[in-house]
């Protein structure tokens, strides 16, 4: 459900000096929505996902705020081995890599901190063995952590719902690779990591299809009962023969589900804090949306519709119209359902274009987290009914990971 944040006019007061396009993060939505992710995480560290948020001053910002904000879930090794070298510690890559070069500069680091060194995530023997060609023989070992499908496997194995991730989903599955990891002297087992997708990633509440909400509460309920038992059994049987310090799981949609399995030690979230529109459909929370971008109206081909400069940042996925951005302020604008929001242009109907003429401007969000900040060179920071402060994106940096 959507909690609305900012009118129109106040943005437009706010901004009234920043020349559109532009991006923004509202720090009281966002801190509004860090606050209401703790809660829902009980007594459990969240670890940040920094794909979903893809600026190092909007990280930095979240990993100083709370100590429960705990290490950093990177998405590539070149930008885990960046972090690292602007000071980030305790990160997790929560994706395999098999980029050799990048792992010989993570071998370095393994030797000159052996104990803090980035974890690197692996599924399966061809991992380990990438890791182990760029290893000298007296290397430090490189610490790992393995993925375990948290998919749910209905119909005796013949559905399989969920993210098409590890190869690794049950228990002998897990034990044989943890058993594989501790005879190898390179690699050191430092975690299991398991996304549960279908159910932190999919709204229960799609808007105008009832039935749909139905069939996905059902599954979602059945997923994460046979995923606490599963996650559970494969963390004690591995337990029996090596020390798994960290097991990590969930996202912005599942915090309170996995944050009470007594096999986790900590969740991961990241989309939560910007809020983008497809978190806007779950049953379990609402947040406030905090990111956004603001286009400039150009032109008006008719009196009912005022077409703005761009805006086609289309999210990825499925290719499902829930990935477009959403007009956001005025409320009640559309996008054109021919024309969708274009490369150059995103005509937009609706009961406000009649009042929007050219210059002035209207603002979207993007349908998912970070992917907003591989089109902008910068955030400007917005707290009560100020700028205070404008940080680069990733983009902003230079640094393009994904
Ligand atoms: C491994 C992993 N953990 C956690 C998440 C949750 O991220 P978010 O909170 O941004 O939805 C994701 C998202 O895809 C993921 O891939």
Redesign the pocket.
């Known amino acids: 459900m959507l909690v609305s944040g900012r009118s129109h006019a106040q943005l437009e007061q706010i901004f009234d000096e920043v020349e559109a396009p532009f991006a923004f993060v509202d720090l009281d939505a966002m801190w509004s929505n860090a606050g209401a992710m703790l809660k829902r995480a009980g007594d459990k560290p969240i670890r940040v996902?920094s794909?979903?948020l893809r600026c190092r001053g909007v990280l930095e910002r979240i990993l100083d705020r709370d100590e429960r904000f705990a290490g950093t879930?990177a998405f590539t090794l070149p930008e885990t081995l960046w972090l690292a070298e602007e000071g980030f510690e305790n990160l997790l890559l929560?994706?395999p890599t098999a980029d050799t070069g990048a792992l010989g500069e993570l071998a370095l680091r393994s030797v000159a901190n052996p104990a803090g060194a980035p974890i690197v995530m692996v599924d399966c023997v061809e991992h380990l063995e990438a890791i182990e060609s760029v290893l000298g023989a007296g290397a430090a070992p490189v610490r790992v952590c393995i993925d375990l499908d948290a998919g749910w496997w209905a119909v005796g194995g013949r559905v399989k719902i969920g993210p098409k991730r590890s190869p690794v989903h049950t228990v002998e599955q897990a034990v044989a690779l943890a058993r594989e990891i501790e005879r190898r002297p390179q690699v050191e087992l430092a975690a299991l990591?398991s996304?549960e997708?279908q159910i932190?990633?999919v709204g229960d509440r799609p808007p105008g299809r009832r039935l749909r909400g139905v069939a996905i509460r059902t599954m979602q309920r059945r997923s994460a009962a046979e995923l606490a038992e599963r996650r559970a059994a494969v963390v004690a049987a591995i337990r029996e023969f090596a020390e798994l310090p960290i097991v990590?799981g969930?996202?912005?949609?599942s915090l309170e589900l996995t944050g009470a399995e007594d096999a986790v030690t900590e969740v991961?979230?990241?989309?939560?804090f910007y809020a983008p529109a497809l978190f806007d459909h779950y049953s379990r929370f609402s947040l406030t949306p905090a990111a956004g971008f603001a286009l400039p109206i150009v032109r008006k081909p008719a009196p009912g519709i005022a077409t703005a400069l761009g805006g086609g940042y289309l999210a990825s996925g499925s290719g499902d119209p829930a990935r477009l951005p959403s007009p956001w302020l005025p409320a009640g604008l559309e996008l054109d359902p021919e024309e969708g929001a274009g490369e150059v242009q995103t005509p937009l109907g609706g009961a406000p274009a009649h009042g929007l003429g050219v210059g002035d401007r209207v603002y979207m969000r993007h349908a998912k987290?970070g992917e907003l900040c591989e089109r902008f060179d910068t955030l400007h920071l917005l707290e009560g009914d100020e700028i205070v402060d404008a940080v680069p994106t990733y983009r902003g940096e230079g640094r393009t990971f994904l």
Request: zero cysteines.
């Open positions: 996902a794909k979903s879930m929560a994706y990591m996304y997708g932190a990633g990590n969930g996202g912005t949609g991961a979230a990241g989309s939560g987290a």
